[in-house]
């Protein structure tokens, strides 16, 4: 059993819970994630780790409303508890394997968008730690929407802010600042990561393609099962089969094929849509989430 210490609201249907989980806060790293069940017969849900302190053996994780499960996850206060707590799970941040010498040499650019901005975090804080500065642009749609803001203007190097409506910071989209940044500030980076909506990502590694800045984006968006065996994280980088959750969740976002992924992540909600994949993709289509038939 897994306690929750603490429950935050942090904006409309937007919780931070931090979970007492000392083996997990022990050996996680920065774009890894951990699967939680709130009980035997709840369902599983995989949630990137926003945060971990490996002295109180505590664990932040950030999640959005977004079905049931959620919903009830929701529910819970401080001092109740989650039946499984697993992980870290997936590949840790590609920045954390690189020297610390070589880091210190580039400059760094994070996009986030809405929730997006939670796994971005512990990425641009480990930085932080290790005497590294990032530039940092966080979306979302209205202020109200904004999440960590203070928490990441403590870690950022410089923290940009946009919104849809104008209602904080920038007027606009995060790609236009991304513009701004390059084009009339005249900023050159050495690489981008990008975390966020689906659509987001895409349009923001149409603009690096352009201004020939690598970008990694983390597809921790598509992912429901968190194994690989429920086939619903599948996505094609570089022509080849990948699944988010064992084979990232980052990946080179300009090789992933976005338009394919987000038509593919609309199909699979359906049953009939489940069971087209099935068909199209035979033997690579992975089976073992329960809805398709593929695990039998």
């Not at 790293?29 to 926003?50: A, S």
């Not at 932040?60 to 919903?71: N, P």
């Not at 394997?97 to 650019?109: H, T, V, Y």
Request: hydrophobic share 40%; charged share 25%.
């Amino acid at each position: 059993m897994y306690k929750i210490n603490a429950k935050e609201k942090l904006a409309d249907k937007i919780y931070l819970m931090v979970v007492e989980a000392p083996m997990v806060a022990r050996s996680c790293q920065p774009g890894q994630f951990v699967i939680v069940k709130m009980d035997e017969k709840g369902e599983r849900i995989p949630l990137t780790i926003c945060d971990y302190n490996r002295n109180t053996g505590e664990v932040t994780i950030v999640f959005q409303i977004v079905g049931a499960s959620t919903e009830r996850m929701a529910m819970l206060e401080t001092g109740d508890y989650f039946t499984d707590f697993v992980g870290p799970l997936g590949r840790a941040s590609e920045l954390v394997e690189e020297s610390k010498d070589d880091l210190k040499k580039k400059k760094i650019l994070f996009v986030a968008g809405g929730v997006g901005t939670a796994p971005v975090y512990p990425q641009v804080k480990w930085l932080h730690e290790n005497g590294i500065d990032a530039d940092v642009i966080v979306g979302a749609k209205t202020k109200d929407m904004l999440i960590l803001q203070k928490e990441m203007e403590a870690v950022a190097g410089n923290l940009y802010v946009a919104t849809d409506d104008g209602s904080f910071g920038f007027k606009g989209l995060v790609t236009e600042v991304i513009k701004n940044l390059v084009e009339i500030e005249k900023k050159t980076y050495d690489v981008c990561i990008a975390i966020g909506p689906m659509i987001m990502m895409k349009f923001v590694t149409l603009l690096t393609k352009e201004l020939n800045i690598p970008t990694v984006v983390s597809l921790n968006p598509i992912m429901v099962d968190g194994t690989g065996m429920c086939g619903a994280c599948r996505v094609t980088v570089g022509g080849e089969v990948k699944f988010a959750c064992v084979d990232g969740p980052e990946f080179d976002g300009h090789k992933v094929n976005f338009d394919e992924a987000m038509k593919r992540q609309q199909m699979y909600k359906t049953e009939e849509g489940r069971a087209i994949l099935k068909v199209r993709e035979g033997d690579t289509h992975h089976g073992g989430c329960g809805n398709c038939g593929g695990d039998k």
